[in-house]
Protein backbone atom coordinates (compact mmCIF):
# COMPACT_ATOMS: atom_id res chain seq x y z
CA UNK A 1 0.00 0.00 0.00
CA UNK A 2 2.30 2.56 -1.34
CA UNK A 3 1.30 6.22 0.08
CA UNK A 4 1.50 8.31 -2.97
CA UNK A 5 1.13 11.92 -0.95
CA UNK A 6 -0.75 12.70 1.82
CA UNK A 7 -4.21 12.97 -0.49
CA UNK A 8 -3.58 9.22 -1.92
CA UNK A 9 -3.14 5.61 -1.45
CA UNK A 10 -2.28 3.05 -4.32
CA UNK A 11 -3.31 -0.62 -4.05
CA UNK A 12 -2.96 -3.07 -6.30
CA UNK A 13 -6.28 -5.64 -6.21
CA UNK A 14 -4.98 -9.50 -6.87
CA UNK A 15 -8.97 -10.57 -7.61
CA UNK A 16 -12.68 -9.04 -8.37
CA UNK A 17 -13.08 -10.67 -5.01
CA UNK A 18 -10.62 -8.69 -3.25
CA UNK A 19 -11.68 -5.09 -5.28
CA UNK A 20 -15.15 -6.17 -3.93
CA UNK A 21 -13.73 -6.17 -0.23
CA UNK A 22 -11.58 -3.37 -0.80
CA UNK A 23 -15.00 -1.48 -2.21
CA UNK A 24 -16.93 -2.81 1.13
CA UNK A 25 -14.60 -1.46 3.27
CA UNK A 26 -15.16 2.04 1.52
CA UNK A 27 -18.75 1.91 1.29
CA UNK A 28 -19.35 0.88 5.23
CA UNK A 29 -17.77 4.86 5.74
CA UNK A 30 -19.80 6.41 3.61
CA UNK A 31 -22.52 8.70 4.39
CA UNK A 32 -25.08 11.04 2.78
CA UNK A 33 -24.02 13.88 0.06
CA UNK A 34 -20.50 11.75 -0.07
CA UNK A 35 -19.49 11.40 -4.11
CA UNK A 36 -16.75 8.82 -4.87
CA UNK A 37 -15.95 9.26 -8.91
CA UNK A 38 -14.53 5.98 -10.70
CA UNK A 39 -12.49 5.98 -13.33
CA UNK A 40 -11.07 3.68 -15.60
CA UNK A 41 -11.68 2.54 -18.96
CA UNK A 42 -14.28 -0.53 -19.83
CA UNK A 43 -13.50 -3.90 -18.02
CA UNK A 44 -11.01 -2.16 -15.45
CA UNK A 45 -13.44 -3.32 -12.72
CA UNK A 46 -15.17 0.08 -11.74
CA UNK A 47 -18.94 -1.52 -10.99
CA UNK A 48 -16.99 -4.44 -9.24
CA UNK A 49 -16.14 -1.74 -6.79
CA UNK A 50 -19.69 -0.53 -6.33
CA UNK A 51 -20.99 -4.08 -5.66
CA UNK A 52 -18.64 -4.05 -2.52
CA UNK A 53 -19.49 -0.63 -1.74
CA UNK A 54 -22.86 -1.20 -1.99
CA UNK A 55 -22.45 -4.19 0.29
CA UNK A 56 -20.26 -2.16 2.38
CA UNK A 57 -23.06 0.39 2.45
CA UNK A 58 -25.47 -2.17 3.39
CA UNK A 59 -27.59 -2.35 0.54
CA UNK A 60 -30.33 -4.53 0.11
CA UNK A 61 -30.46 -4.37 -3.98
CA UNK A 62 -28.24 -6.62 -6.14
CA UNK A 63 -25.96 -3.84 -7.85
CA UNK A 64 -26.18 -3.85 -11.72
CA UNK A 65 -24.18 -1.43 -14.20
CA UNK A 66 -26.43 1.77 -14.79
CA UNK A 67 -25.00 1.92 -18.50
CA UNK A 68 -28.44 2.23 -20.42
CA UNK A 69 -30.62 3.64 -17.68
CA UNK A 70 -28.10 6.46 -15.99
CA UNK A 71 -28.65 6.14 -12.68
CA UNK A 72 -29.51 3.41 -9.98
CA UNK A 73 -30.47 3.67 -6.83
CA UNK A 74 -29.72 0.72 -3.53
CA UNK A 75 -31.53 0.86 -0.31
CA UNK A 76 -30.58 0.03 2.85
CA UNK A 77 -33.03 -0.72 5.46
CA UNK A 78 -32.52 2.50 7.56
CA UNK A 79 -33.76 3.70 4.17
CA UNK A 80 -30.69 5.29 3.11
CA UNK A 81 -29.92 5.54 -0.61
CA UNK A 82 -26.52 4.67 -2.68
CA UNK A 83 -26.88 6.39 -6.09
CA UNK A 84 -24.90 4.60 -8.51
CA UNK A 85 -24.61 6.82 -11.88
CA UNK A 86 -22.68 6.28 -15.12
CA UNK A 87 -21.62 9.19 -17.27
CA UNK A 88 -20.56 7.18 -20.22
CA UNK A 89 -23.66 8.02 -22.47
CA UNK A 90 -24.03 11.26 -20.99
CA UNK A 91 -23.11 14.56 -23.61
CA UNK A 92 -21.19 16.20 -21.06
CA UNK A 93 -21.61 18.32 -17.94
CA UNK A 94 -25.06 19.88 -18.88
CA UNK A 95 -26.85 16.41 -19.00
CA UNK A 96 -25.43 15.60 -15.67
CA UNK A 97 -26.80 19.16 -13.71
CA UNK A 98 -29.98 18.47 -15.59
CA UNK A 99 -30.20 15.13 -13.54
CA UNK A 100 -30.06 17.44 -10.46
CA UNK A 101 -27.80 15.93 -8.95
CA UNK A 102 -27.34 18.42 -6.17
CA UNK A 103 -31.26 16.66 -5.13
CA UNK A 104 -29.52 13.39 -5.57
CA UNK A 105 -26.43 14.17 -3.17
CA UNK A 106 -28.76 15.31 -0.58
CA UNK A 107 -30.37 12.16 -0.40
CA UNK A 108 -27.82 9.94 0.17
CA UNK A 109 -23.91 8.91 -1.59
CA UNK A 110 -23.11 9.07 -5.22
CA UNK A 111 -20.60 6.94 -6.82
CA UNK A 112 -20.24 7.87 -10.30
CA UNK A 113 -19.03 6.28 -13.39
CA UNK A 114 -16.74 7.74 -15.56
CA UNK A 115 -16.76 11.21 -14.03
CA UNK A 116 -14.05 12.64 -16.31
CA UNK A 117 -16.96 12.73 -18.95
CA UNK A 118 -19.06 15.58 -16.09
CA UNK A 119 -15.92 17.14 -14.60
CA UNK A 120 -17.19 20.18 -14.80
CA UNK A 121 -20.53 19.08 -12.96
CA UNK A 122 -18.59 17.64 -9.77
CA UNK A 123 -19.11 19.00 -6.05
CA UNK A 124 -15.72 20.94 -5.14
CA UNK A 125 -14.63 17.85 -3.44
CA UNK A 126 -14.70 13.86 -3.46
CA UNK A 127 -13.25 10.59 -3.41
CA UNK A 128 -11.17 10.19 -6.81
CA UNK A 129 -10.74 6.37 -7.65
CA UNK A 130 -8.54 5.57 -10.37
CA UNK A 131 -9.07 1.71 -11.64
CA UNK A 132 -6.55 0.57 -14.35
CA UNK A 133 -6.47 -3.15 -15.52
CA UNK A 134 -2.99 -4.45 -14.93
CA UNK A 135 -3.64 -8.30 -16.60
CA UNK A 136 -6.40 -10.64 -16.30
CA UNK A 137 -7.11 -10.73 -12.42
CA UNK A 138 -4.89 -7.39 -11.40
CA UNK A 139 -6.10 -4.03 -11.00
CA UNK A 140 -4.63 -1.47 -9.93
CA UNK A 141 -6.35 1.00 -7.54
CA UNK A 142 -5.23 4.91 -7.06
CA UNK A 143 -7.52 6.32 -4.20
CA UNK A 144 -7.29 10.34 -4.11
CA UNK A 145 -8.74 12.59 -1.86
CA UNK A 146 -10.15 16.25 -2.50
CA UNK A 147 -11.21 18.17 0.53
CA UNK A 148 -10.70 17.81 4.09
CA UNK A 149 -13.69 15.34 4.31
CA UNK A 150 -12.66 13.15 1.86
CA UNK A 151 -9.05 12.94 3.30
CA UNK A 152 -11.09 11.99 6.46
CA UNK A 153 -12.41 9.17 4.60
CA UNK A 154 -9.43 7.88 2.94
CA UNK A 155 -7.54 7.66 6.80
CA UNK A 156 -10.45 5.30 7.80
CA UNK A 157 -10.72 3.31 4.96
CA UNK A 158 -6.78 3.42 4.82
CA UNK A 159 -7.44 1.70 8.71
CA UNK A 160 -10.17 -0.55 8.46
CA UNK A 161 -7.60 -1.88 5.06
CA UNK A 162 -4.32 -1.72 6.19
CA UNK A 163 -4.45 -1.39 9.95
CA UNK A 164 -2.42 1.22 12.02
Same mark, same amino acid.
Given at each position: ???????????????????? $? &???????????? !?? /???? #?? *??????????????????????????????????????????????? $? &???????????? !?? /???? #?? *???????????????????????????????????????????????????????
Amino acid at each position: MPILDPNSVEFFSKSSDQTK $R &LGSRLGSSLNIG !DV /ICLS #GN *LGSGKTTFVQGMANGWGSLDLVTSPTFVIINQYRKADGGILHHMDAY $R &LSGAIDAIDLDM !DQ /IIST #GA *LVIEWPELIRSALPQNYLWIDLTWVDEFQRRIVFTAKGIHYKEILNEFRKKTFGG
